[in-house]
């Protein structure tokens, strides 16, 4: 006996798949978005049209195209993207050889699994409400699948699936918090597991950073103990590159080193809470430059000063750090180090060669040397541009002599060749500057959009000191922030237009980032740690409390639902309002010594008080023609109830 | 046999064990005349292979979210495990406070399907959906249905029929799976019911016997074919087959056939014509001839050992007869 699935069955289950597939087709090929919503498509009008399912050989070609099409657009089928991809097309393949209701019963499953991945793409507030919605409608499907016959309208569905889920989200909330978690991959994770990630690179190369400067995701968050730097002191350290190969810039063995270089730090220490988004990277971006004494955990400092941790940041990642904005960084170099970062490549850009050899050959210090590059590019026509024109083979040259428009990539690599080219040995430092305050929670967002590049040139007894040729063209890219140092005219991305054009939305914006930061700092970096200390509030010390202490209140929260159904489908006698009012009037009886014998029907016992207390009769009689007309009467309506009540409350015996 | 029996032990201990639970549980349902009502402590449940597979799944998605370290697909896992333990509850509440009646049944002939009719109560003010009842071990062939609230749903369990005589229902289960499928809760009941079973008729063909007339006619049954009188209105008790069918569209009441014949021609069904067969196949014979007379509209009576049965016509005749066919010779 096959339990034949009904046509709203399957469209409503063809609707909540749409429901659930609909985030991915950010992440799909085009291909896949169109032959998922074919099938889709497809199988709709089989049911509408009562066409035949296609024949086990055509499905079989279908699924096989499917699987290989899969593997040739990931060239895998393990990655995140791919696995994605393959649970779509099983899912909705499984839909044309679905007849039964049973058979919904897999495709559920598979459901559920396709939302489960869209967290590991996207954790933003508004999933909690999708996944309670899609909760909701699958608990329904699931409940529509379960009602053989007829199918239930689907208010009712709903409303019952949401009172279930409404009852399991507390035991959800229990099994959240106290749940023991446990730290790190069980496994190693897909390779592409942080696909679309944006971040700082490992080479410096035209147009690396101005793409990064087109997104506004949030690279961390920061929250200072003390006094917070001035806008020009929040310089956050990322990759250093001291090699030049006529087009970008890349670090070299030397750079990357393990090594603590000497750092004699002067003046008090800055200490910061710093929440990192997940990058994929090992990269811990600091402020410059980090106390090499107090490093947080699992980190170490290399030959450039750039903080790393011993595993790539997949998960979102709060660490503690200390910073000094005054310090000698590598007070001596060596010769070798010294020849080392005065590498510049032979036949590349003579005419800016040109210039550094004449500056050094007018017999001026380093320092000074510095300055006049920095005047130049103050008082020439240097334009800050995200969209310079196009370089060619010898670009810096063509940047300082010809187009003098371009940002900070630009500024600080010619900066840093012209001082390898005079002789003072220079690298570049790429990481992000700046950062947009919250007013409500204190504390400062670093967006991808503060992606800077600047340099550092080695001053006898000085160390590493820190130019930033960008500020010297806008200086308000330094102190104000990237948002403030483009013009419109110059061909902002879309969001910062939105931004600064209207204040009451910006406003809004801030407070959506400080929802956004909480979500992040309760919800989504609930780990180990987290959850540890704030048990620890509660006195729960170690996973076996925990344990207990979840099973008790789990036990307690299904008790409680328990008998709220216990209620609910208890027998319920239904009220029998004229029973009701006559023994109403029966207790009025008795205080004046009249009762019914058992024997005795209503029309008998008024009878007998009619001839017998002829006083009480009449208001008898009333009593029970109303009370005959309401228990007897077919359509027993409000009149015959109120009018026994009347006659009731009217009838008083007295002694 | 023994042997039999320890090899199944030892290569199915698990099944071995299913059944003599089973067999155990089910010697022990008490046969009650009714109504039944289902207790909380009468309510088993157990998860079904959905229920089971929906675990694994949650499992997988634990793993899943612990590796990840993902915050959502931990929501998500408890959020299902939840909704799982939650579910038990629904199934078994589904259960709990019907109240089970006997309904009617209607006598049938040996090889035909019995139907037992059982009504299922909800007194309670919630709806009760897809309320199964099944034999055991046939829960896929259940008849599912649901009891609005505070109301009734007729539900029919059907078997097949082998010999006559009363055939019980038997141990049936209640149970219910509503709302997610998660989990399977039931209970056993044994309403006193029977089905009378008819002996199964004889192939047609053996000749009636003779009719023994009071007008001293003498001629076999087939000629005596009543002559049609005219119509009347239907009454209760008339049988469908009396109703002049053609009328029916043209007067908005029945009307029924009217013969002049009635009881001055006797025919006699009898025990002893039939020595030749043994008791079953008399039986079955009987159980024909009955018929046969009955559709042609003549009284007769039945003559079998310490049961003499005087002619009559009618349905209730007729079952009267046929009811002491069926339980001839049995306790």
């Given at each position: 006996?096959?339990?034949?699935?009904?046509?709203?069955?399957?469209?409503?289950?063809?609707?909540?798949?749409?429901?659930?597939?609909?985030?991915?087709?950010?992440?799909?090929?085009?291909?896949?978005?169109?032959?998922?919503?074919?099938?889709?498509?497809?199988?709709?009008?089989?049911?509408i049209?009562?066409?035949?399912?296609?024949?086990?050989?055509?499905?079989?070609?279908?699924?096989?195209?499917?699987?290989?099409?899969?593997?040739f657009?990931?060239?895998?089928?393990?990655?995140?993207?791919?696995?994605?991809?393959?649970?779509?097309?099983?899912?909705?393949?499984?839909?044309?050889?679905m007849?039964a209701r049973?058979?919904?019963?897999?495709?559920?499953?598979?459901?559920?699994?396709?939302?489960?991945?869209?967290?590991?793409?996207?954790?933003?507030i508004?999933?909690?409400?999708?996944?309670?919605?899609?909760?909701?409608?699958?608990?329904?499907?699931?409940?529509?699948c379960?009602?053989?016959?007829?199918?239930?309208?689907?208010?009712?569905?709903?409303?019952?699936?949401?009172?279930?889920?409404?009852q399991?989200?507390?035991?959800?909330?229990?099994?959240?918090?106290?749940?023991?978690?446990?730290?790190?991959?069980?496994?190693?994770?897909?390779?592409?597991?942080?696909?679309?990630?944006?971040?700082?690179?490992?080479?410096?190369?035209?147009?690396?950073?101005?793409?990064?400067?087109?997104?506004d995701?949030?690279?961390?968050?920061?929250?200072?103990?003390?006094?917070?730097?001035?806008?020009?002191?929040?310089?956050?350290?990322?990759?250093?590159?001291?090699?030049?190969?006529?087009?970008?810039?890349?670090?070299?063995?030397?750079?990357?080193?393990?090594?603590?270089?000497?750092?004699?730090?002067?003046?008090e220490?800055?200490s910061?809470?710093?929440?990192?988004?997940?990058?994929?990277?090992?990269?811990?971006?600091?402020?410059?430059?980090?106390?090499?004494?107090?490093?947080?955990?699992?980190?170490?400092l290399?030959?450039?000063?750039?903080?790393?941790?011993?595993?790539?940041?997949?998960?979102?990642?709060?660490?503690?750090?200390?910073?000094?904005?005054?310090?000698?960084?590598?007070?001596t170099?060596?010769?070798?180090?010294?020849?080392?970062?005065?590498?510049?490549?032979?036949g590349?850009?003579?005419?800016?060669?040109?210039?550094?050899?004449?500056?050094?050959?007018?017999?001026?210090?380093?320092?000074?040397?510095?300055?006049?590059?920095?005047?130049?590019?103050?008082?020439?026509?240097?334009?800050?541009?995200?969209?310079?024109?196009?370089?060619?083979r010898?670009?810096?040259?063509?940047?300082?002599?010809?187009?003098?428009?371009?940002?900070?990539?630009h500024?600080?690599?010619?900066?840093?060749?012209?001082?390898?080219?005079?002789?003072?040995?220079?690298?570049?430092?790429?990481?992000?500057?700046?950062?947009?305050?919250?007013?409500?929670?204190?504390?400062?967002?670093?967006?991808?959009?503060?992606?800077?590049?600047?340099?550092?040139?080695?001053?006898?007894?000085?160390?590493w000191?820190?130019?930033?040729p960008?500020?010297?063209?806008?200086?308000?890219?330094?102190?104000?922030?990237?948002?403030?140092?483009?013009?419109?005219?110059?061909?902002?991305?879309?969001?910062?237009?939105r931004?600064?054009?209207?204040?009451?939305?910006?406003?809004?914006?801030?407070?959506?980032?400080?929802?956004n930061?909480?979500?992040?700092?309760?919800?989504?970096?609930?780990?180990?740690?987290?959850?540890?200390?704030?048990?620890?509030?509660?006195?729960?010390?170690?996973?076996?409390?925990?344990?207990?202490?979840?099973?008790?209140?789990?036990?307690?929260?299904?008790?409680?639902?328990?008998?709220?159904?216990?209620?609910?489908f208890?027998?319920?006698?239904?009220?029998?309002?004229?029973?009701?009012?006559?023994?109403r009037?029966?207790?009025?009886?008795?205080?004046?010594g009249?009762?019914?014998?058992?024997?005795?029907?209503?029309?008998?016992?008024?009878?007998?008080?009619?001839?017998?207390?002829?006083?009480?009769?009449?208001?008898?009689?009333?009593?029970?023609?109303?009370?005959?007309?309401?228990?007897?009467?077919?359509?027993?309506?409000?009149?015959?109830?109120?009018?026994?009540?009347?006659?009731?409350?009217?009838?008083?015996?007295?002694? | 046999?023994?042997?039999?029996?320890?090899?199944?032990?030892?290569?199915?201990?698990?099944?071995?064990?299913?059944?003599?639970?089973?067999?155990?549980?089910?010697?022990?349902?008490?046969?009650?005349?009714?109504?039944?009502?289902?207790?909380?402590?009468?309510?088993?449940?157990?998860?079904?292979r959905?229920?089971?597979?929906?675990a694994?799944?949650?499992?997988?998605?634990?793993?899943?979210?612990?590796?990840?370290?993902?915050?959502?697909?931990?929501?998500?896992?408890f959020?299902?495990?939840?909704?799982?333990?939650?579910?038990?509850?629904?199934?078994?509440?589904?259960?709990?406070n019907?109240?089970?009646?006997?309904?009617?049944?209607?006598?049938?002939?040996?090889?035909?399907?019995?139907?037992?009719?059982?009504?299922?109560?909800?007194?309670a003010?919630?709806?009760?959906?897809?309320?199964g009842?099944?034999?055991?071990?046939?829960?896929?062939n259940?008849?599912?249905?649901?009891?609005?609230?505070?109301?009734?749903?007729?539900?029919?369990?059907?078997?097949?029929?082998?010999?006559?005589?009363?055939?019980?229902?038997?141990?049936?289960?209640?149970?219910?799976?509503?709302?997610?499928?998660?989990?399977?809760?039931?209970?056993?009941?044994?309403?006193?019911?029977?089905?009378?079973?008819?002996?199964?008729?004889?192939?047609?063909?053996?000749?009636?016997p003779?009719?023994?007339?009071?007008?001293?006619?003498?001629?076999?049954?087939?000629?005596?074919?009543?002559?049609?009188?005219g119509?009347?209105?239907?009454?209760?008790?008339?049988?469908?087959?009396?109703?002049?069918?053609?009328?029916?569209?043209?007067?908005?009441?029945?009307?029924?056939?009217?013969?002049?014949?009635t009881?001055?021609?006797?025919?006699?069904?009898?025990?002893n014509?039939?020595?030749?067969?043994?008791?079953?196949?008399?039986?079955?014979?009987?159980?024909r001839?009955?018929?046969e007379v009955?559709?042609?509209?003549?009284?007769?009576?039945?003559?079998?050992?310490?049961?003499?049965?005087?002619?009559?016509?009618?349905?209730?005749?007729?079952h009267?007869?046929?009811?002491?066919l069926?339980?001839?010779d049995?306790?």
């Amino acid at each position: 006996m096959i339990d034949y699935l009904t046509q709203t069955t399957l469209l409503r289950l063809l609707a909540v798949l749409v429901l659930v597939l609909a985030p991915h087709v950010a992440h799909l090929p085009i291909w896949e978005n169109l032959l998922l919503a074919a099938v889709i498509a497809w199988r709709a009008l089989i049911s509408i049209r009562q066409w035949r399912l296609p024949a086990p050989w055509i499905r079989n070609v279908i699924s096989i195209a499917c699987f290989a099409a899969v593997y040739f657009n990931f060239s895998s089928i393990s990655g995140l993207t791919a696995g994605t991809a393959l649970l779509s097309v099983m899912a909705v393949l499984k839909l044309l050889e679905m007849r039964a209701r049973r058979d919904v019963m897999v495709l559920v499953l598979l459901m559920y699994f396709i939302l489960i991945t869209h967290f590991l793409f996207s954790q933003e507030i508004w999933t909690i409400a999708y996944l309670l919605f899609s909760a909701v409608c699958i608990t329904a499907l699931l409940m529509d699948c379960n009602h053989a016959g007829e199918s239930l309208p689907t208010r009712v569905l709903l409303r019952a699936g949401a009172i279930m889920v409404a009852q399991a989200v507390p035991l959800m909330l229990i099994f959240f918090v106290l749940f023991p978690r446990i730290p790190g991959p069980l496994w190693s994770l897909p390779t592409d597991s942080g696909a679309g990630r944006t971040g700082l690179s490992d080479k410096m190369s035209p147009g690396d950073i101005a793409s990064l400067m087109q997104t506004d995701e949030v690279v961390f968050r920061v929250r200072f103990s003390g006094d917070v730097p001035t806008p020009q002191q929040r310089y956050w350290r990322g990759p250093v590159f001291d090699e030049f190969d006529g087009r970008g810039w890349q670090s070299s063995k030397l750079a990357t080193q393990t090594r603590t270089v000497p750092t004699i730090t002067i003046g008090e220490s800055l200490s910061y809470e710093l929440t990192m988004e997940a990058s994929g990277s090992r990269l811990l971006l600091a402020l410059d430059t980090p106390a090499p004494k107090q490093l947080p955990n699992d980190s170490t400092l290399n030959y450039s000063n750039v903080l790393t941790t011993a595993g790539p940041i997949n998960e979102r990642k709060v660490y503690k750090g200390t910073a000094y904005t005054q310090y000698v960084l590598q007070p001596t170099l060596s010769e070798m180090e010294r020849a080392h970062f005065l590498q510049i490549p032979e036949g590349y850009n003579p005419r800016t060669r040109q210039l550094a050899q004449q500056w050094r050959g007018s017999r001026i210090n380093d320092a000074e040397i510095v300055n006049k590059a920095l005047l130049m590019f103050r008082s020439e026509k240097f334009f800050y541009t995200l969209q310079p024109p196009k370089l060619g083979r010898d670009s810096i040259d063509e940047f300082i002599f010809n187009t003098k428009q371009g940002f900070c990539e630009h500024y600080s690599s010619s900066f840093t060749f012209l001082m390898r080219a005079a002789g003072i040995p220079a690298r570049v430092v790429t990481g992000y500057q700046g950062g947009e305050q919250n007013p409500l929670g204190d504390y400062y967002v670093i967006r991808q959009y503060d992606a800077h590049a600047w340099s550092e040139v080695w001053l006898a007894e000085k160390g590493w000191v820190r130019v930033d040729p960008t500020g010297a063209v806008a200086p308000q890219r330094v102190e104000r922030g990237f948002t403030s140092s483009i013009s419109l005219a110059n061909g902002l991305p879309g969001f910062i237009v939105r931004q600064q054009s209207n204040p009451l939305r910006f406003a809004l914006n801030m407070r959506w980032d400080w929802v956004n930061q909480k979500w992040n700092a309760w919800v989504l970096a609930y780990g180990p740690d987290l959850q540890a200390d704030f048990l620890r509030n509660f006195g729960i010390e170690d996973w076996s409390q925990m344990i207990l202490v979840m099973t008790v209140l789990l036990l307690l929260g299904t008790l409680a639902v328990s008998l709220l159904l216990m209620r609910q489908f208890a027998t319920v006698i239904p009220r029998d309002h004229a029973l009701r009012l006559w023994q109403r009037v029966l207790k009025k009886l008795a205080k004046v010594g009249i009762s019914q014998n058992p024997d005795e029907g209503p029309r008998d016992f008024v009878d007998r008080i009619t001839r017998d207390h002829p006083a009480y009769g009449d208001g008898m009689q009333r009593v029970l023609q109303a009370y005959l007309k309401m228990r007897y009467l077919e359509e027993a309506d409000q009149t015959a109830e109120r009018e026994l009540n009347n006659a009731v409350a009217a009838f008083k015996p007295r002694r | 046999m023994r042997f039999w029996l320890i090899a199944k032990i030892i290569l199915h201990p698990l099944r071995y064990a299913q059944e003599r639970i089973d067999a155990w549980v089910l010697a022990r349902v008490k046969r009650q005349p009714g109504p039944i009502d289902i207790p909380r402590n009468r309510v088993y449940i157990v998860p079904t292979r959905f229920g089971y597979g929906f675990a694994i799944m949650a499992l997988v998605m634990l793993m899943g979210a612990m590796n990840y370290s993902n915050s959502m697909a931990f929501a998500l896992t408890f959020l299902l495990a939840g909704l799982g333990m939650i579910c038990m509850h629904h199934t078994h509440a589904n259960m709990l406070n019907l109240r089970m009646h006997a309904g009617k049944t209607r006598p049938v002939f040996a090889g035909e399907i019995a139907h037992y009719e059982i009504h299922v109560e909800n007194l309670a003010k919630n709806p009760r959906y897809a309320i199964g009842l099944a034999w055991p071990k046939q829960e896929a062939n259940a008849t599912i249905g649901d009891a609005p609230e505070q109301g009734i749903a007729v539900m029919i369990l059907t078997r097949p029929t082998l010999k006559r005589g009363w055939q019980p229902a038997g141990v049936y289960s209640i149970f219910t799976e509503f709302p997610l499928g998660l989990f399977h809760a039931w209970t056993w009941a044994d309403l006193d019911m029977n089905c009378l079973v008819y002996p199964s008729p004889a192939p047609p063909g053996m000749e009636l016997p003779a009719v023994a007339g009071v007008g001293g006619h003498a001629s076999g049954g087939r000629s005596g074919q009543d002559e049609f009188a005219g119509l009347r209105n239907y009454q209760r008790g008339d049988t469908a087959r009396s109703i002049h069918w053609k009328s029916l569209p043209k007067l908005q009441s029945p009307m029924v056939k009217q013969f002049t014949e009635t009881l001055d021609r006797e025919l006699w069904l009898d025990w002893n014509a039939l020595s030749h067969l043994d008791t079953e196949a008399r039986l079955s014979q009987l159980t024909r001839w009955v018929l046969e007379v009955e559709e042609l509209g003549l009284a007769y009576g039945l003559r079998m050992p310490g049961i003499v049965l005087e002619p009559a016509r009618g349905e209730t005749h007729q079952h009267q007869c046929l009811k002491r066919l069926a339980l001839y010779d049995i306790a």
